[in-house]
């Protein structure tokens, strides 16, 4: 029987669904913070990376550079990421620093491309437990590239 018609799951419904287990702490994260793998060579870099990331978006937000809707929910999804990061390190997530240069939309574009790139190199060097978070992160952090070029 050919794969396709092995179950009614395409390839990216699995993922998606992968991802939304990950993201929810299924199997990876105990509630109490503590790390099941220690891989903080691939995951810390990307932890610092969502939180200068959520405080650049924040700085820009607090100096009224508009589109808040639109920033405040890039803002938390990289509040999710760090917090998901920092529960697989055992850690609380940093506050990051913000770096908001001018023009404000094309900085963030900047740092998003860069986060991009940042978590794209990670899912190669992490333990396969952390390739779908990371991979989910890295998407994300394309799609901002996407929205962002739009404002």
């Keep these: 029987m050919p794969h396709s018609q092995l179950s009614g799951h395409t390839r990216r419904a699995v993922l998606w669904g992968a991802g939304i287990a990950t993201l929810s702490g299924c199997g990876l994260v105990r509630t109490d913070s503590t790390p099941i793998i220690d891989n903080t060579g691939a995951l810390l870099p990307v932890l610092r990376t969502a939180a200068d990331q959520m405080a650049g978006l924040q700085a820009a937000i607090d100096a009224g550079a508009g589109h808040e809707a639109t920033l405040e929910m890039l803002r938390d999804d990289h ?57 989910e992160i890295a998407a994300c952090r394309a799609s901002h590239v996407d929205v962002l070029g739009e404002l």
């Design 79 to 135: 509040a999710a990421h760090a917090e998901a990061l920092a529960k697989l390190v055992g850690t609380d997530p940093p506050a990051g620093d913000a770096v908001v240069g001018d023009p404000v939309v094309g900085t963030l574009i900047e740092q998003e491309q860069a986060g991009y790139d940042q978590a794209l190199e990670a899912c190669v060097a992490a333990l396969p437990e952390y390739v779908v978070l990371l991979g």
